[in-house]
């Protein structure tokens, strides 16, 4: 990825950088509250660019999604995907994916994602993710089933 890939409608994609962190961390609480990450969480990934790629989308000036990936020497981990509930369903979402997808190389690609988040399977599925497992009470506080899903 080059310092800022367009993605249509005026956003671009841009590698996360500590700076960005603080605004981010107020999408990551917006986008799953109780469940959300906490900023000494996202930092040590920040701190660790040998095997993490984190991307953001930036509209109007401010980030508006952001999405990330650890990778290992044969497989890859989806750790986040989120937009900014104004700026869904215009292919942002797509293009974090697609961009992570790329860094992971031909590595295979696993992710956990909520078992009643139709919209992020749907988005998982598109990108060739199949379910190949679940986990019960992955989620806390909540307590919600995780569904593993795998692109080969
Ligand atoms: C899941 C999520 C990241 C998807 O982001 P998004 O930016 O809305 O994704 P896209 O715009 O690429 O795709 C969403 C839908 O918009 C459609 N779409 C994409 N571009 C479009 C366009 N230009 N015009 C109309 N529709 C479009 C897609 O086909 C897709 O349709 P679908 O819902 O039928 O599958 C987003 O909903 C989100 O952040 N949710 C909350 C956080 C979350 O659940 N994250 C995942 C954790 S595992």
Redesign the pocket.
């Given at each position: 990825m080059s310092d800022a890939t367009p993605v249509?409608?005026g956003v671009t994609l841009e590698p996360m950088r500590v700076e960005h962190v603080g605004e981010i961390m107020v999408l990551e609480t917006e986008?799953?509250g109780p469940e959300a990450w906490t900023e000494g969480m996202l930092r040590s990934e920040l701190a660790d660019p040998d095997s993490r790629h984190y991307v953001i989308a930036v509209g109007a000036g401010s980030v508006v999604?952001y999405?990330g990936l650890v990778a290992y020497d044969d497989e890859a981990h989806?750790l986040?995907?989120?937009?900014?509930?104004g700026?869904?369903?215009?292919?942002?979402?797509?293009?974090?994916?697609a961009d992570l997808l790329e860094a992971a190389d031909a590595r295979r690609v696993l992710?956990?994602?909520?078992a009643d988040?139709?919209?992020?399977q749907?988005?998982?599925a598109?990108y060739g993710f199949r379910p190949i497992g679940r986990r019960r009470g992955y989620y806390q506080p909540s307590g919600a089933d995780a569904v593993v899903m795998a692109r080969d």
């Open positions: 249509g409608s986008l799953f999604g999405a989806v986040t995907v989120g937009v900014l509930p700026w869904q369903g215009q292919g942002i979402g797509s293009a974090l994916l992710l956990e994602v909520r988040n139709a919209a992020a749907r988005l998982y598109r």
